[in-house]
């Protein structure tokens, strides 16, 4: 079976920008945009143009220097929500509008006080009025993972009538789980007339860790695009991550999917969001956490040292990051301490390692961590030290 594409759309500075405390300027969002259209992405969603003057602005200016990914931005199905956002896309060489409504009935019932057949109609009016602006106009379905699957698929298939291009079936709430979701991907590529006109695509929320697994399963059942976020980062507990969704893509290549990512930028980017944005991955983050490539426990080195793909399942540089770190902690073996102690400049016999590495346990047993510093400290105060001086 040939490899199919999978569109990678980065929505970092639109819905990872929700993050309380996360506000970017336009300078940084220039910044980040540059580095996302390198790394590859498909399409990077600039912002909610009627949000903000702020946001417009922004907007506008990554349309003007983005050269290779479409540019989208967003708004509700609202006409001039729609005619803000085509201007602030005037410059981008490829303008996309991403218009939409919610979907399931709480939404339809408590948020616009409404019904499933004037629903319907806006969302048929909005892409139709995107439409006279842009040819690319992408449809939400807010809530759609709390939709159901018959009426989301006459929503669909209105949309695809009035002209959208690409389908966004969004877990708005992050309740799917990921076969219920799948499920529901297949049921519209079963059920909209003309589906094949629109590429569907996928935008998982996290608030039941599942995004990253819906992603993945809503794109085996037929979605051809992944909205997701560097870091994860997004509204509440976070949108899925991009540096996830690509790397098991990448990992798994019996699944015969591709994206144009260059994931060995993935490192960097991360830092640079983290930067910008005040907030760091936790530690055990997958693919860029700090601990992502770290090993700290004594079978666990022993493998590595011997040989990385005992222990590890993708290569480091593959995503950007130098190499492997073996972590000293009290749970490390002789292994990883002859390894530290000789990139530190001591070559230790057996003997000689007996003895440091019992009072390098009497050391971490009192300590978090072992770093290089301590590595000096406890081989140079052991009574073997002369004797490894001289030799
Ligand atoms: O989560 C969501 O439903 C959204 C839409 C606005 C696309 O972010
Ligand atoms: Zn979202």
């Known amino acids: 079976m040939a490899t199919q594409k999978v569109e990678i759309f980065d929505t970092t500075l639109r819905d990872g920008e929700q993050v309380p405390g996360c506000k970017l300027n336009t300078e940084q969002k220039l910044i980040l945009a540059r580095k996302l259209d390198e790394l590859g ?30 540019v989208c931005g967003l708004s509700r199905a609202v ?37 499933r057949e004037e629903v319907l109609q806006r969302a048929y009016d909005a892409v139709k009025y ?23 698929a006459k929503v669909c298939e209105a949309a695809i009538k009035a002209g959208a291009t690409v389908l966004n079936i969004p877990d708005t709430t992050g309740y799917c ?69 690509v790397m098991i893509l990448k990992q798994h290549p019996y699944l015969n999917f591709e994206t144009n990512i260059n994931s060995q930028h993935l490192f960097a980017l991360s830092q640079l969001v983290s930067k910008h944005m005040g907030i760091s991955p936790q530690p055990n ?25 005992t222990y590890e399942i993708m290569d480091p540089k593959d995503v950007g990051v130098t190499e492997s770190a073996i972590v000293l902690t009290a749970r490390s073996g002789r292994a990883a301490l002859a390894y530290k102690a000789k ?16 009072n390098f346990l009497n050391f971490a047993d009192q300590h978090k961590q072992v770093n290089d510093d301590d590595i000096h400290q406890i081989v140079e105060t052991s009574n073997i030290y002369r004797e490894i001086k001289s030799a």
């Not at 006279?132 to 699957?149: H, L, M």
């Open 41 to 70: 992405v498909d399409v990077i969603e600039a912002g909610f143009a009627i949000s903000s003057p702020g946001d417009f602005k922004s907007i506008e200016a990554i349309s003007k220097i983005v050269n290779n990914a479409t």
């Open 79 to 115: 006409k001039n929500d729609i005619k803000v956002a085509a201007e602030a896309l005037t410059y981008a060489k490829k303008p996309r509008i991403h218009t939409g409504i919610g979907t399931s009935d709480s939404h339809i019932k408590h948020k616009f006080k409404s019904n």
């Open 130 to 152: 995107a439409k006279s602006f842009v040819e690319d106009v992408e449809f939400y379905a807010e809530d759609a993972g709390r939709t159901d699957n018959d009426y989301l």
């Open 177 to 245: 789980l990921p076969q219920e979701y799948g499920a529901k991907i297949k049921y519209l590529k079963e059920h909209v007339k003309d589906i094949d006109k629109a590429i569907i695509s996928c935008h998982c929320h996290n608030d039941l860790g599942l995004a990253t697994a819906n992603s993945i399963e809503a794109i085996r059942n037929g979605a051809r695009q992944i909205e997701c976020t560097i870091n994860g980062i997004g509204e509440r507990a976070g949108n899925a991550a991009l540096e996830e969704v």
């Open 285 to 309: 983050k997958a693919i860029v956490g700090a601990n992502a490539f770290a090993h700290s426990s004594g079978i666990h080195q022993d493998g590595v040292i011997k040989r990385r793909d």
């Open 343 to 358: 990139n530190a400049g001591y070559n230790l016999t057996k003997l000689q390692l007996d003895e440091v590495y019992a």
